[in-house]
C-alpha cells in the first residue's frame, strides 16, 4: 500500500512524502539509505567509476585512496577514492576516479555523491557516478579515459559498443548493461537493433559482442560457441 499525507494512492512522485506498507520485512532490517526497486532493475557494488571535483574551498589536496565520506542519496558510505589521473588532485581540479567503498551501494549511472573529509567531517568534493558497477581498477590509461568519457556523454549506442569493447570475448548481457548505463533492457534491445552500424550482434544467450571479437576467433581457428558466443551473423560484416 502507497500513501501520501496520509491519503492511499496508486503512485507517488518524486518530491513527495510517502509512507509504504511492506510486508515479510521487518522494521529493524530496512535502513537509512536502502532503496525500494524492481528486482534485477540495480545491482549492489562496492566498486563505481566516477568524475570528481574536488572544490576550490577544500582545504587541501587529495590523495589517491584517501578515506572518504561518500553521501549517496539518503546513505553515508566510507571508502577511499582511488584517483586514475594521478596521484593527487588539488583544489579547484577535477579527475576520474574509483570510489572502493566498505559496503556495497546501490547507485546509477548519473546519480550524485556529496563528499566529506574523514575528518574532521567537511565538504570537499562532488562526484558524477558513471559506471555503478565497473571492473576494479587503479588507474586509467588513454582507452579508459575515452569509455569512460563515452560513459558520461555519449548517446546510448556509443555507451552499449563502449562497454561491449571492454568486455571483449565475454561479451556483455543484455541484463548487465542495463543495470550499468541505468536503462531498462528494452531500450538496450532497441538500441542494439543498429548492430550493423555499433559492430555489434546480439547471441541467442542475450549478449551483446564485438562483430570484430567473433571474426578474430574464426580466424584464429577458434570456435565461438566455446566462449558462448555465436559465429558472425551472414550479410554482416565486421
Given at each position: 500500500q502507497v500513501q501520501v499525507h496520509d491519503q492511499p494512492v496508486e503512485e507517488a512522485r518524486a518530491g513527495q512524502r510517502v509512507a509504504l506498507a511492506i510486508h515479510g520485512i521487518s522494521r529493524e532490517e530496512v535502513g537509512r539509505g536502502d532503496w525500494l526497486a524492481t528486482p534485477g532493475r540495480y545491482r549492489p557494488s562496492h566498486l563505481l567509476d566516477v568524475r570528481l571535483e574536488l572544490l576550490d574551498s577544500?582545504?587541501?589536496?587529495?590523495?589517491s585512496r584517501a578515506r572518504l565520506r561518500f553521501h549517496l542519496g539518503a546513505s553515508e558510505l566510507m571508502g577511499r577514492a582511488v584517483l586514475l589521473d594521478g596521484d593527487t588532485l588539488a583544489p579547484g581540479q577535477e579527475c576520474w576516479a574509483q570510489l572502493r567503498l566498505e559496503k556495497p551501494a546501490v547507485a546509477s549511472a548519473g546519480d550524485r555523491l556529496v563528499i566529506r573529509s574523514y575528518s574532521p567531517a567537511t565538504t570537499i568534493a562532488g562526484a558524477t557516478v558513471v559506471d555503478p558497477t565497473p571492473p576494479k581498477r587503479a588507474h586509467a590509461g588513454g582507452e579508459d579515459r575515452a569509455r569512460l568519457e563515452t560513459l558520461r556523454s555519449g548517446t546510448a549506442l556509443e555507451k552499449i559498443a563502449a562497454l561491449t569493447a571492454e568486455a571483449g570475448r565475454a561479451g556483455?548481457?543484455?541484463d548487465e548493461a542495463a543495470v550499468r548505463l541505468g536503462l531498462p533492457a528494452a531500450s538496450i534491445a532497441e538500441a542494439a537493433s543498429a548492430a550493423a552500424a555499433?559492430?555489434?550482434?546480439?547471441?541467442?544467450?542475450a549478449k551483446l559482442v564485438r562483430l570484430m571479437v567473433v571474426a578474430d576467433l574464426e580466424m584464429e581457428g577458434l570456435d565461438p560457441k566455446k566462449y558462448?558466443?555465436?559465429g558472425t551473423?551472414?550479410?554482416i560484416k565486421p
Open positions: 577544500a582545504p587541501r589536496a587529495v590523495g556483455l548481457g543484455v555499433a559492430a555489434l550482434a546480439v547471441d541467442p544467450a558462448g558466443l555465436e551473423p551472414k550479410g
